[in-house]
């Protein structure tokens, strides 16, 4: 007998985001796998590397690579500040930010168009509630 479960949804669900989103970063020459340290900058300008690093929980390695080539890219930039370095968004970066703030919200109203204003809230409540169980969920 076949079950429904959720994580297959939710991996359909993934997939139609990733697919989306990577196509709307592109117009700022961000890549999908960047998404979410330029969203955490933005939401926390000046924090240190550190900081990202543990809050998204990521491997110290990956992250500093992806804090580089950011970097590189001219969507961020990494100032000394004592011991420590301070990321801060640039121009480009802000722009970017923009973006892939926006397509969150976007995506929800092109892929739940179907549902009424109660169905949304309703879901995303019990997505909300669901996430609470996954470690270091941001």
């Known amino acids: 007998m076949y079950h429904k479960t959720a994580s297959y949804y939710i991996a359909m669900m993934y997939r ?3 697919a989306y989103t990577s196509e709307e970063l592109q117009k700022v020459g ?3 796998g960047l998404l979410f ?3 955490y900058i933005g939401k926390k300008p000046g924090c240190m590397p550190s900081e990202l690093t543990k809050d998204l929980n990521l491997d110290w390695g990956h992250s500093q690579r992806c804090i580089s080539r950011l970097v590189e890219d001219g969507f961020i930039t990494k100032a000394k500040a004592g011991r420590c370095y301070k990321l801060e968004l640039t121009e480009r970066g802000q722009q970017a930010f923009e973006t892939a703030h ?8 092109t892929y739940l168009a179907g549902l009424t204003r109660e ?7 019990l997505l909300e509630k ?3 169980r996954i ?3 941001v």
């Open 102 to 109: 926006q397509v969150f919200f976007d995506w929800d109203d």
């Open 16 to 18: 139609g985001f990733s």
């Open 37 to 39: 340290f330029v969203v």
């Open 135 to 137: 470690p270091h969920h």
């Open 30 to 32: 961000l890549n999908f």
């Open 119 to 125: 169905e949304k809230a309703q879901l995303l409540a």
């Open 130 to 132: 669901a996430a609470e």
